[in-house]
């Protein structure tokens, strides 16, 4: 069984995506953090995340690897464990650039298909079910409103000791899902047969609720 949970950043896929994989004892592929794993490689060698050709020539020595020590899902860049380091704020937007690129996705969602292929998962991202996984047996469109994402992020950020502006969260969210809608490979858009949930004025828990009560129900 694969579960495919897309929509914009800070929507609160992955949040969602433990709950379900916690609750339904499946394994939960964050397709996200790979690629936030990519965008940190690039940022640390000083290459742009919008230069298709240095990225591309990059890729062949990268190697991430996601896993799960004591249920904490751990992330590794080349032997290193990048967890903490691939969340801080600047490197979305590096995230955001290389994922448009298409060597990089190609090659994230040729391991994310393997994986999916031989476990029961819920992967969330921007293509799940469109491009990634087209034939999975749930699909999720799971939205809100920018303004309530960029409070949600920052209030995060905040959390962890972070300093940042509202405004600049809801702007850099803005232009990422301008981004996202608007790359010219696999680009983020509702799948024809998913079910679309806006958390705007519902808890994360809720979701969750809606999403186990039509799994179940099939």
Do not use: W
């Not at 995230?95 to 998962?121: C, F, G, N, P």
């Not at 702007?171 to 680009?187: L, S, V």
Request: hydrophobic share 40%; aromatic share 6%; glycine share 6%.
């Amino acid at each position: 069984m694969n579960i495919a949970i897309d929509g914009p950043s800070g929507a609160g896929k992955s949040t969602v995506a433990k709950i379900l994989s916690k609750t339904l004892g499946i394994v939960y592929l964050d397709t996200g953090a790979m690629y936030r794993a990519v965008g940190l490689k690039a940022y640390r060698a000083g290459i742009s995340p919008t230069n298709a050709p240095a990225v591309g020539e990059m890729l062949p020595d990268t190697k991430i690897d996601i896993a799960y020590e004591n249920g904490v899902q751990k992330v590794f860049l080349d032997g290193e464990d990048v967890s903490a380091e691939i969340r801080l704020h600047h490197i979305s937007k590096y995230a955001s650039d290389v994922s448009a690129i298409h060597a990089v996705r190609l090659a994230m969602v040729e391991q994310q298909r393997k994986i999916a292929a031989k476990t029961d998962s819920v992967l969330d991202g921007r293509d799940i079910g469109t491009f990634v996984l087209p034939n999975a047996e749930f699909k999720f469109y799971l939205t809100a409103d920018v303004s309530e994402r960029a409070k949600r992020r920052y209030l995060e950020l905040t959390a962890k000791g972070e300093a940042c502006v509202l405004s600049d969260i809801e702007r850099d969210i803005a232009a990422r899902d301008y981004n996202d809608t608007h790359r010219d490979f696999a680009p983020l858009r509702q799948a024809d047969d998913a079910i679309v949930i806006d958390s705007t004025h519902i808890s994360i828990d809720e979701v969750a609720g809606k999403m186990l009560s039509y799994i179940k129900c099939m």
